[in-house]
């Protein structure tokens, strides 16, 4: 497919503005996905805090994936995951969430791959990511050695250790690079996930940091249009006929990429309040409060048709 040109982030919070929804209702409180199923044709889900948590899977929203794929349409599952279609399929595997439950499967690193094979050309990359990452590399021929003071661009997919490192290590190599106005490719705009019981820092928490630092960064995944064309496609692909909007339902847990992406593109949202946002979203006893979630989605102006406090099939 043709990619639009890249666009820096903007400085405020790495990410460039999408557009927001103009209506700015209160969310509906989803008991489960078979509640409103019938209204769609498709689902587009994310993946890590919905369906599993870097440790293992959600069965009930592995049972709601299977019964809307068996019962209505296509599951596509997009996730912001710097690693590529067939890497992500055997992680989920891993997890024991098998191909009954999803059609099909897209990824911010395999958006992010077009991105890379143009900049290559332009010379040596200074590499960011851990070595379980490389696998976004495989067929592109990249020269990997760039530092900040000699890089043509970045390629950033994550911390080198995201399970220990701090976000002010990178401050004094970004400060050289974004004084040069080297060009990060940041293969996952998710700023924090949670990993069992942790909340671990991705690659998009160091791309508002170069970002923060002057530095132009650009981005292929939730919430940008790149990586919601290749789901378009997939879905055309497997039904046979063109893609109506208003026939998908978006189901994720990030505000700034699941539900400012559904936004941007016009679709339906169900909004999972767990995981990273589950604190400003339940009140003293732990149950879920759409007012308290409004005020949540009011930060961004942004809009969630349903909140949920997990998925699932039926109540």
């Avoid at 590399?137 to 990997?144: H, L, P, R, T, V």
């Avoid at 909004?271 to 009011?298: C, Q, R």
């Amino acid at each position: 497919m043709a990619f639009p040109s890249p666009r820096p982030a903007d400085k405020e919070g790495g990410t460039s503005r999408v557009r927001k929804c103009e209506s700015m209702s209160h969310p509906e409180l989803l008991n489960g996905l078979a509640d409103i199923a019938g209204q769609y044709d498709a689902v587009f889900c994310d993946i890590w805090g919905v369906i599993h948590n870097g440790r293992q899977h959600f069965p009930t929203a592995y049972e709601a994936l299977r019964e809307f794929k068996a019962k209505h349409g296509p599951v596509i599952l997009i996730s912001n995951s710097p690693r590529p279609r067939d890497n992500l399929i055997e992680q989920l595997a891993s997890l024991g969430i098998l191909e009954d439950g999803f059609s099909d499967v897209i990824s911010s690193g395999d958006a992010t791959r077009e991105y890379l094979k143009k900049f290559a050309a332009q010379g040596p990359a200074w590499k960011l990511g851990p070595e379980r990452d490389n696998v976004i590399y495989e067929g592109i021929e990249i020269d990997f050695s760039g530092t900040p003071e000699t890089a043509a661009f970045i390629s950033c997919t994550g911390p080198f250790d995201d399970e220990n490192d701090m976000l002010e290590q990178y401050q004094h190599a970004f400060t050289i690079a974004a004084k040069r106005n080297i060009v990060m490719i940041c293969a996952n705009p998710d700023k924090v996930v949670q990993r069992g019981d942790k909340i671990i820092m991705c690659a998009g928490s160091l791309a508002d940091l170069y970002a923060s630092l002057g530095g132009p960064v650009i981005m292929a995944g939730k919430p940008y249009a790149p990586i919601y064309e290749l789901c378009y496609q997939s879905l055309e692909k497997i039904t046979g006929k063109p893609h109506d909007k208003t026939r998908i339902v978006a189901i994720g847990d990030g505000l700034p990429t699941d539900v400012l992406g559904a936004n941007g593109q016009g679709l339906d949202l169900i909004f999972i309040a767990a995981g990273i946002h589950a604190a400003e979203a339940t009140d003293s006893n732990g149950k879920l409060d759409p007012l308290l979630l409004k005020a949540v989605l009011d930060t961004q102006m942004a809009n969630a048709k349903y909140v949920a406090d997990a998925l699932r099939w039926k109540a």
